[in-house]
């Protein structure tokens, strides 16, 4: 099979890979769509050797297979996995973590949280960029009928990271919700909190991102958080949701909540430092940090998706096929589109 790597300084290279075989308690995917999510650009950015090591590999060791957005149909089944656990051609998502299998956190779904260690597939093991993707059977998500696969990819990751965090903030129709960032990640949370019957106010410096964002449901999109307490009436909101990793934009959602409000952030990597009583404790804030989702949470999030009618391939600026995997980064790397997918 083929697949798509990163080699680090902005380049991808397809490369041929022997077709996986699945062992106790695998299945192999024939992926259908694999999305392109904004924490893949780390590893695409990065100096050749530095991702593998920022992972505990060594700098020379071989790059797995992007992509950790998959979504396809149960294409073979390795021994110990039933007909009833994965039919062959059943729809299908991948929540794309596998730990230990059996501990508190992989039991309740959370295996990114195992505590023995975890695969992620795309990242420390080989992705969806490829014609096919073995995963434990346990990690597979069904996938709705009423859900194209494309919106299937959307879900394993980053919309489902944005229904994951709005879960976690208990957000409520008639909130007002700050939604720092419009990448994929972000617009999906415009659009849920949207739908969820939250006032929304996107903040986003790129022009482009902030017409997707009021086109996807958002109240006002801004360029800054300066205006926040003039649209809250001085208030500030009562939600805020950090997509970006910006320190900037993380202190800037803190700041921007109401008091009694609840700030979470979601963006990998970065810091932020904040002056504990004006920021915190004298508005009694709520500040909560939501690492992607569960898989009953991914399952729940592509059911409240078909439940409330919601076309979430409209969140798609640009499809792509494998072969036009370095391209398809290039301008995913201009953060000024859309979501983007591989379809196959």
Known sequence: MRGAVFLGDRKVEIRNFPDPTPGPGEVVIEMKASGLCGSDLKFYRSPPGEAQKSLGFSADAEPFIGGHEPCGVVAARGPGVSEKEAPIGQR?????YAGCGVCKHCRVGWSQLCKAGITVYGVT????????LKVPARTLVPL???LSFVEGAAVSCGTGTAYGALRRMNAVGGSTLAVFGQGPVGISATLLGAKMGMRVIAVEKNAERRALAKQFGADVAIDSADSLKDLTKGEGVDLALDTTGISEARIAAIR????????????EGGDVTI????DMLRKQLTLIGSWTFSAMGQAEC??????NGI????????????????????VFDTQSTGKAVITF
Not at 92 to 96: G, Q, R, T
Not at 275 to 278: D, K, L, M, R
Not at 302 to 307: G, H, M, N, S
């Open 311 to 330: 076309q979430l391939e409209k969140i798609f600026s640009h499809r792509w096929k494998l072969d036009q995997a370095s391209e398809a980064y290039r």
């Open 92 to 96: 299908v998502m991948d929540h794309h």
């Open 144 to 146: 709705p009928d009423e």
């Open 256 to 267: 921007c909540a109401k008091t009694w409000g609840t700030v979470c952030f979601v963006g």
């Open 125 to 132: 093991a080989h992705g969806g960029h490829a014609q096919y």
């Open 302 to 307: 592509a059911r409240f998706v078909v439940d």
């Open 275 to 278: 002056n504990v009583s004006p």
